[in-house]
């Protein structure tokens, strides 16, 4: 069964609505990109945003606790970190029905910063911090580990070899196929 066929479906009144029931929160609902969940910003009263996350129904709740954990670990010390609000039953994850399927439901207050992709001027200054930054999120993340996180992960520069050999022979261009397999033997 494909991941992305199991993606949630749900349209904008659906958010403004589970939102309300399981949250207590009339907001207005906006979809934001994903590639196999469905997220949505929410406003409130034009004031206060949150992020909407509908996991996909083959995703493992075990790997959203873990999401959720090292949100937890990493609160305090860096302020890049949003809160994870509970439901009015006081989940931290709920579950939402979409015809057969289940989906998982998380809300996050959002982080109203600019993508440095979207940046006209990435400063020195700027890049330094993130550097920075990233030190200090690596630092923190030694001391975190959650066994749902002990898993084959696609996108694990880990396993890039193994990706690289499995999925090279997909490409057609014949010379980036070649440039792909060369480099994936010398990791």
Not at 35 to 62: C, H, P, T, W
Not at 154 to 179: C, F, G, T
């Amino acid at each position: 069964m494909s991941l992305l066929t199991q993606a949630p479906q749900f349209s904008e009144q659906d958010a403004e609505r589970l939102v309300n029931e399981r949250y207590g929160l009339e907001s207005s609902a906006s979809l934001l990109p994903s590639e196999r969940d469905q997220n949505f910003v929410l406003s409130i009263s034009g004031q206060k945003r949150y992020v909407l996350k509908l996991a996909n129904a083959l995703e493992d709740k075990a790997l959203l606790e873990a999401q959720n954990a090292v949100l937890e670990h990493l609160k305090g010390h860096l302020n890049i970190i949003p809160d994870l609000l509970k439901t009015k039953q006081g989940e931290s994850i709920s579950s939402i029905s979409q015809g057969d399927r289940q989906h998982f439901v998380r809300l996050l207050s959002f982080l109203p910063e600019k993508p440095l992709a979207k940046q006209d001027w990435q400063s020195e200054a700027l890049l330094f911090d993130l550097g920075k930054q990233l030190g200090k999120l690596d630092q923190l993340l030694l001391t975190f580990d959650h066994p749902a996180l002990h898993r084959n992960f696609h996108w694990d520069l880990a396993r890039a070899p193994e990706v690289m050999a499995q999925y090279s022979e997909l490409i057609q261009d014949n010379k980036l196929k070649n440039q792909v397999q060369v480099l994936g033997k010398r990791f």
